[in-house]
């Protein structure tokens, strides 16, 4: 199992950045998917973006592509969501997770507090 650990959320004005980290410790880093998903009030748990952790290939939803970017630092074991021009709709407990490629669950994260105000 992954253990992942989220930190960096806040508060934040429209129009503003925030980065997101998630500490990640266990698993095979070389057969990881590594994703961030979001989950605003009253809504599901929605995906955000995915990167792997081996090649670095990404995947964004629309809603977000353009203005967030997922990394992840090898040498630290860490993920990271850049999140720019944020907007009011992007207010959600974002959640960092893995998922061994091998595997079909994913392992989660507490999940971080990002609130955009208008």
């Known amino acids: 199992q992954v253990q992942l650990v989220e930190s960096g959320g806040g508060l934040v004005q429209a129009g503003g950045s925030l980065r997101v980290s998630c500490a990640v410790s266990?698993?095979?880093?070389?057969?990881?998917?590594m994703g961030w998903f979001r989950q605003a009030p009253g809504k599901e748990r929605g995906l955000v973006a995915t990167?792997?952790?081996?090649?670095?290939?990404?995947y964004y939803v629309a809603s977000v592509k353009g203005r967030f970017t997922i990394s992840r630092d090898s040498a630290k074991n860490t993920l990271y969501l850049q999140m720019n021009s944020l907007k009011p709709e992007d207010t959600a407990v974002y959640y960092c997770?893995?998922?061994?490629?091998?595997?079909?669950?994913?392992?989660w994260g507490q999940g971080t507090q990002v609130t955009v105000s208008s």
């Open positions: 997770a893995a998922r061994d490629l091998r595997k079909s669950e994913w392992d």
């Open positions: 266990g698993g095979t880093f070389s057969s990881l998917l």
């Open positions: 990167i792997t952790w081996s090649g670095g290939g990404t």
